[in-house]
T-cell receptor
Framework: QKEVEQDPGPLSVPEGAIVSLNCTYS??????FMWYRQYSRKGPELLMY????GNKEDGRFTAQVDKSSKYISLFIRDSQPSDSATYLC???????????FGQGTRLTINP | NAGVTQTPKFQVLKTGQSMTLQCAQD?????MSWYRQDPGMGLRLIHY???????DQGEVPNGYNVSRSTTEDFPLRLLSAAPSQTSVYFC?????????????FGPGTRLTVT
């Protein structure tokens, strides 16, 4: 079983839609939960991270963690064509060298 | 700040050739790492360093060597390239091992081994 599972998509939605991206993980020792955005042929860019269950908002983006279900989500409100990218979840045990990534979900926002 | 820089952007190698992928950061970060990204596999950790003179293996270290003589630079060496090493390679850095939730990635090197 993979430590982190992420639906690779692709996911295509119209501009303005609410997007939900999800990952599940298997190890309850994981402490930090990150979302990266990766534009085509670019390096991953950290969007946001959280370490507690619940929601964390940053503009149009909301990261949600449910540690009891081992489930993390990223919601994008009022999606824009510029949000078209691959989104990767990543999880971490603090102090451990290994940042574990999901496969990434390719998202396209259609004007 | 330039952030994390990587050279070259693209490289084609023949099987058995060796080469070095360069990575540099100007943020005075202690922690640096190398990942490879393959379709359907996400990013996998190759090697990492928690400071100058200190390196360790990640998840997929075979066929790669690293060294860290300065805080700024962390080159990745392919000893004898194989087609299985065809991938996109990313270097990343963070303030310390205890801040790896805030990693900054370089633009990547696309490597093809024929």
């Amino acid at each position: 079983q993979k430590e982190v599972e992420q639906d690779p998509g692709p996911l295509s939605v119209p501009e303005g839609a609410i997007v939900s991206l999800n990952c599940t993980y298997s190890n309850s020792a994981f402490q930090y939960f990150m979302w990266y955005r990766q534009y085509s042929r670019k390096g991953p860019e950290l969007l946001m991270y959280t370490y507690s269950s619940g929601n964390k908002e940053d503009g149009r983006f909301t990261a949600q963690v449910d540690k009891s279900s081992k489930y993390i989500s990223l919601f994008i409100r009022d999606s824009q064509p510029s949000d078209s990218a691959t989104y990767l979840c990543a999880i971490l045990i603090q102090g451990a060298q290994k940042l574990v990534f999901g496969q990434g979900t390719r998202l396209t926002i259609n004007p | 700040n330039a952030g994390v820089t990587q050279t070259p952007k693209f490289q084609v190698l023949k099987t058995g050739q060796s080469m070095t992928l360069q990575c540099a950061q100007d943020m005075n970060h202690e922690y640096m790492s190398w990942y490879r990204q393959d379709p359907g596999m996400g990013l996998r950790l190759i090697h990492y360093s928690v400071g100058a003179g200190i390196t360790d293996q990640g998840e997929v270290p075979n066929g790669y060597n690293v060294s860290r003589s300065t805080t700024e630079d962390f080159p990745l060496r392919l000893l004898s390239a194989a087609p299985s090493q065809t991938s996109v390679y990313f270097c990343a850095s963070s303030y310390s091992l205890w801040r790896t939730e805030e990693q900054y990635f370089g633009p990547g090197t696309r490597l093809t081994v024929t």
